[in-house]
């Protein structure tokens, strides 16, 4: 918690409301007591005075200095709207909690009254407070408070359901604990910094609230004064003496400000801290070498076979993170055949998604990609974006996405959005290319296509919005298709589906296909050829029919292990890979694995091995080991996997 | 517009038709709502409003033959009915100060805070989307730094400032000073320039503001990945696909602003002697005229639940899940 | 007598029914398995059991007494898919895993038996000490796991404890499930949608489909001999039944 306040005010803006929002209190401490008495000393001689080296914003109609008037205001004008600004606090955190307290019906109650309330504005609310409690100063705070309530109890609302929905809340109430007792010890401390820097931005609109009220007349009144009476004196003279509207006018901006600015800066400081910017990755070239050479692929380049869809050497992508840029993608090789399915294999910080976004070439503004070569059917994928290059990998090059539900634009109709691909990249006209969606749609086996044409995404099931987006890929001729994570978040009858879907495709067309999973067993059973992925690089690269039993690489064979199946052995524990994947931002030097090898020694800690065929190995095997193919030491007993943080 | 292709056996059942009868179903409770604490308004007052509009001199009987034609000495619930019955019949009394029929004072000063309003949500629209959109373009992820930096605090300011503080201001500034505009009244058309501006400034910074931060968090989402796998134009993503989806989310919170914006009269029309119902509200609860006051926070009301109806009604126009959410 | 029994139970949202008319036994020291997809209600009948979902039909008793869904103490406890969700940012692991103890005991005694239970669950003792966000998923789900123990229930519920997990650490939530059964005798209702991992820890299993059971029994007759077509179908989708794997 200190860091990050402390992050708040290095940056210029919270240093300037910091100082801000001191110099305001410590005026609203200390003006009364030095000036006080000065504020009130009337002259009769300088009534209405222009501002002059005496009195440097003149004088008010019975001859006191304005200047001084406005500094010992200060005191009055912060201390009212803090207590308003309480009031809509509490009352606000009462009403918003009391859903969570109340349970459904009366909640609901509460939670309908707040809504309503909330469509008023303040001001409103004020007024009409105002005309309940009164003109004056008490009224004026409690109108004010009350007025702000609706708005702090529909925050603290929507807050407390966010926390309510989260799992730890359910828990408790399984394990008996009263609801009140939820709401104190796990919802309030969890929403209370969003509460406060609202509160803080409310205490700025509460000081601008009042200043409003006092300057229709409403708020306080003589002989008091705070800024907002100030003004309505000032107001009522200002062709004679602007200053003395102007003077408590930049009071109250320069308060307001600084409450204002402080809650800004402080909400965007306890955020998530950004990076040092594209720019900054942009700019250096990736420093240290990216590994060993690439060695032995020169020759091929010569008799690269011409069936090859997408060629990959070298791939590296750097990202912006909080302390300095990051590789997740630290030099992938790989090449992709004409009707052929590769599969990338990982768990999570492996890198896999970020290759397939960055050989199609998807991630130009969020990351930088670099490679000695990026070739799709002949064509150099890094050299600059043309339209002609977009038409080519709009109709030859289709993409799915792991998440079907977000995959589509909820607001346009889905024929509209596949047609899309027809007319901006085939030049059909707008009925043709429909009839082309059409027949996509109905091509990858949904109902009723020519009526599903008209329907929006949400009315579609995941499964067919997946099977959907195939479509949207087939509206060309792509020469392949690259799934990320394609079936994860569907049933697993629905996967079969849409694996099938994309096998009959491929054999139709003779279209490649690449397929990202975390899912071995997925993997291996679409795919011809597997590449395994961990910590940005390949560790292997082998048919698919010899993950099961003749992968070399420690990773993948402890990998195939971990999966449990329809024919592991009951009355043994499942392997597991002691340690956790490795964070991309903190890469090992030499090898990634080697602190979760049971083969591990010195050399692999030190040096990284290269991605090779092994001597006497068949050439489609590639093996990124020292110790590749070497037996496995016995699977440590149960016991001595005890786990530290 | 969006229809459904299997449209429901039921005709009743139809989204739109739940959504219309769902919608007026919450108006009428919220309208509810309002006529009684309007109402209400006047009874929680301490003391005895009679005496309070007519002052502490005023003759005792004079307060009575007062009280009783303004049927105060009824039960309050045979006042209730009486007010209702008034409403709906659109009698709202009369003033306490000047006998007028209050129907009629509100007739006569509503057009003049409706132009102000209506002119000034205009206003405020036309410049805060296009400048949202075109800055949130510029600073989506990675880019611009500087520019959002710029633009966030450029945008806190002004929206800081009240708008009457930027009405005192410009009076100062352009009628005193330069006397290029006119400051008060609303004669020519050159006199809603000022009040206009005064109130729409503040508003419109903070739409801008949030369509900008709706636009980044938009051009991150997935459906604008899936628009720039098909490599469409970039133009054809920011206005086709990310743009509709941005101004849902701003329309939410642009309903909100108009609300205030309606309140925000009542300040700036102080400042610029505009003829409408802000100024009339204030003298009326400084004289303590309470029926004026009742009613013109009524229109107030009334005007609120309006807008926030065209809100959701242009919201579910644009964005076809919105009408099946149920609140 | 410790047998959790649903009998004939119906949750009713509204219009939809999410369980229409379940009945299923958790016999004493048994893990029993609960297949199903998405919308077939199994988390809904887990939710209804701990009283997080309305029972609109049908009851669900523990050992023939309905299960208490007020106060404490409550024997029933449930573990939930999300490793990120399931426990308070804001407390260290221990002050989580207590809170689900039963009240009473010196602050040694409940710290021992913290210490105690993360143990259970092959924790380092140290990471009481330590908030949930030093802690990986796996960790994180066995931190659930202890804090359910915490509670002293008979029967645990887990719905689908592993699935939000990478593969190289489920393993190790799997392996402390087993264990917990055969140590301690714990009974367990398992909830996932991977028929391989249910196999894997159950001794017996249902199949849920839309609400209903179509089909429950032993965990080896049910994967092998199915009796319901969809059971035939779930078992036939399953990926990687043309590549066996034999150890060598």
């Known amino acids: ?645 | 517009m969006a229809m459904t292709l299997t449209a429901p056996a039921r005709p009743w059942a139809h989204p739109w038709v739940r959504f219309g009868v769902r919608r007026l179903r919450r108006l009428l409770v919220s309208l509810w709502i309002l006529v009684t604490a309007s109402f209400a308004m006047i009874h929680l007052i301490p003391g005895d409003p009679v005496r309070g509009a007519l002052g502490t001199t005023a003759p005792a009987d004079l307060v009575e033959a007062r009280r009783h034609a303004l049927g105060l000495d009824d039960p309050i619930l045979v006042q209730y009915f009486h007010y209702l019955k008034g409403l709906v019949t659109g009698d709202l009394g009369s003033s306490l100060a000047s006998q007028l029929p209050v129907s009629g004072v509100v007739a006569q000063r509503l057009p003049a805070t409706l132009s102000l309003a209506v002119l000034a949500f205009l206003a405020s629209v036309a410049l805060a989307i296009p400048l949202g959109v075109v800055t949130g373009v510029l600073t989506r992820r990675g880019h611009g730094r500087r520019t959002e930096l710029a633009f966030t605090t450029t945008s806190i300011i002004i929206a800081t400032i009240p708008d009457f503080l930027i009405g005192v201001a410009l009076v100062y500034v352009f009628g005193i000073e330069l006397g290029w505009l006119p400051v008060a009244g609303d004669d020519t058309a050159a006199s809603y320039v000022l009040p206009v501006f005064s109130l729409a400034i503040g508003p419109a910074a903070i739409l801008a503001r949030i369509v900008r931060v709706e636009m980044v968090g938009v051009l991150e989402a997935d459906f604008v990945r899936t628009a720039r796998a098909k490599r469409l134009p970039a133009r054809t993503i920011y206005v086709g696909h990310a743009l509709p989806n941005a101004v849902t989310a701003a329309l939410t919170v642009g309903g909100l602003l108009l609300s205030a914006l309606v309140a925000g009269t009542v300040l700036v029309e102080n400042v610029f002697a505009w003829p409408g119902l802000g100024s009339t509200i204030v003298r009326s609860i400084l004289t303590k005229d309470y029926p004026v006051v009742q009613a013109i926070v009524l229109v107030y009301g009334v005007g609120v639940l309006i807008t926030n109806l065209v809100v959701d009604v242009a919201l579910a126009l644009l964005d076809p899940r919105s009408k099946i959410r149920e609140d | ?248």
């Open chain 1, 1 to 645: 918690m200190q860091g990050r306040w402390r992050r708040v005010v290095r940056t210029p803006l919270g240093l300037t409301a910091t100082v801000l929002v001191v110099a305001v209190v410590a005026l609203a401490v200390l003006a009364p007591v030095l000036w006080g008495s000065g504020a009130d000393d009337v002259d009769t001689d300088a009534i209405l005075a222009q501002p002059s080296a005496e009195h440097w914003a003149g004088t008010d109609n019975l001859g006191r200095d304005i200047l001084l008037r406005v500094l010992v205001a200060s005191r009055l004008s912060i201390l009212l709207a803090l207590l308003a600004i309480v009031i809509a606090v509490v009352a606000g955190l009462l009403l918003g909690s009391a859903p969570f307290v109340l349970g459904r019906r009366f909640g609901r109650l509460v939670a309908a009254g707040v809504n309503t309330a909330v469509a008023f504005p303040g001001l409103l609310l004020a007024l009409f407070f105002a005309v309940v409690f009164g003109v004056g100063a008490t009224g004026a705070v409690l109108a004010i408070g009350l007025a702000g309530a609706p708005g702090f109890a529909r925050l603290t609302q929507t807050l407390v359901a966010g926390v309510a929905a989260r799992d730890y809340v359910a828990a408790a109430r399984t394990m008996g604990i009263g609801r009140f007792r939820i709401l104190v010890r796990h919802v309030l401390p969890n929403i209370g910094e969003p509460l406060v820097v609202n509160a803080t931005i409310g205490a700025g609109n509460a000081l601008l609230s009042f200043a409003g009220l006092s300057f229709l007349g409403l708020g306080v009144q003589s002989p008091s004064y705070d800024w907002g009476r100030l003004l309505y004196d000032g107001i009522g003279t200002i062709y004679v003496n602007a200053a003395a509207a102007l003077a408590p006018g930049a009071a109250v901006l320069l308060a307001g400000l600084a409450f204002n600015l402080f809650g800004e800066s402080v909400a965007k400081g306890l955020g998530v801290p950004v990076g040092i910017g594209m720019r900054a990755v942009m700019a250096t070239r990736a420093g240290s070498p990216s590994g060993p050479e690439p060695t032995g692929h020169d020759e091929e380049a010569e008799d690269r076979p011409s069936d090859v869809v997408l060629d990959v050497r070298d791939l590296e992508v750097t990202v912006a993170g909080p302390s300095g840029p990051v590789r997740p993608v630290r030099g992938v090789s790989f090449d992709v055949r004409r009707g052929e399915a590769v599969g990338i294999v990982g768990e999570s910080g492996s890198g896999k998604s970020l290759t397939a976004l960055a050989v199609t070439r998807l991630l130009a503004d969020h990351a930088r990609v670099d490679a000695a070569r990026l070739e799709f059917l002949g064509n150099d994928l890094l050299a600059p974006d043309t339209p002609v290059r977009r038409r080519m990998l709009g109709t030859t090059l289709a993409m799915v996405f792991q998440d079907p539900m977000t995959a589509f634009n909820p607001t346009r109709r889905i024929g509209a959005q596949l047609a899309e691909v027809a007319t901006h990249h085939q030049g059909m006209g707008r009925r043709e290319a429909l009839a082309r969606a059409v027949d996509r749609l109905a091509s990858v086996r949904i109902p009723d296509a020519d009526a599903r044409v008209r329907q929006y995404p949400h009315e579609f099931s995941g499964g067919m919005r997946q099977r959907a987006m195939i479509g949207m890929g087939l509206m060309g001729t792509p020469a392949l298709i690259v799934a990320d994570e394609p079936t994860t978040a569907l049933d697993v009858t629905v996967q079969q589906q849409v694996l099938d879907l994309l096998a009959a495709i491929r054999a139709a067309d003779d279209v490649a296909l690449v397929l990202i999973s975390h899912d071995v067993t997925v993997v291996g059973e679409v795919c011809d050829r597997t590449l395994v992925m961990y910590a940005g690089r390949i560790v292997e690269d082998l048919p698919a029919a010899a993950l099961a039993t003749g992968a070399r690489h420690p990773y993948t064979r402890a990998l195939v292990d971990a999966v449990p199946d329809m024919t592991t052995d009951l009355a043994k524990p499942l392997a597991t890979i002691p340690g956790r994947p490795v964070d991309p931002a903190d890469v090992p030097s030499g090898c990634a694995y080697a602190d979760r090898c049971p083969l591990a020694d010195d050399r692999c800690r030190a040096e990284d091995p290269p991605l090779a065929a092994e001597p006497g190995g068949s050439p489609r095997h590639r093996v990124a080991c020292w110790h590749a193919g070497e037996p496995l030491p016995a699977r440590p007993a149960l016991d001595e996997l005890v786990e530290s943080p």
């Open chain 3, 1 to 248: 007598m410790s047998e959790l029994r649903f009998d004939d139970v119906t949750v009713r949202y509204g219009r939809t029914t999410a369980v229409d008319g379940v009945s299923l036994t958790v016999p004493e020291g048994a893990v029993v398995g609960l297949v199903g997809e998405s919308g077939s209600g199994k988390s809904t009948l887990a939710r209804a059991a701990v009283g997080l979902a309305p029972l609109t039909g049908g009851r669900i008793t523990l050992g023939g007494a309905p299960v208490p869904t007020r106060g404490r103490p409550r024997p029933l406890q449930i573990v939930f898919q999300d490793p990120y969700s399931s426990l308070d940012p804001r407390m260290t692991v221990g002050e989580s895993v207590a809170e689900a103890m039963p009240p009473g005991g010196s602050r040694a005694d409940r710290r021992a038996e913290v210490a105690r239970l993360l143990a259970l669950v092959h924790l380092d003792p140290v990471c009481a000490g330590v908030v949930p966000a030093r802690l990986s998923g796996g960790q994180r789900q066995r931190v659930a796991l202890a804090r359910a123990l915490a509670a002293r229930p008979r029967v645990i519920i887990a719905d689908e404890i592993t699935s939000a997990l990478d593969v190289s650490v489920q393993g190790a939530v799997l392996n402390v499930v087993r264990e917990l059964q055969r140590e301690l005798g714990l009974a367990m209702l398992f909830i996932s949608h991977n028929l391989a991992v249910v196999r894997y820890v159950a001794s017996h299993v249902a199949v849920m489909r839309h609400g209903r059971v179509v089909e429950q029994g032993p965990t080896t007759r049910v994967l092998t001999e199915p009796g319901h077509d969809y059971t035939r179908e779930l078992l036939a989708a399953v990926p990687g039944r043309t590549t066996q794997r034999s150890r060598p």
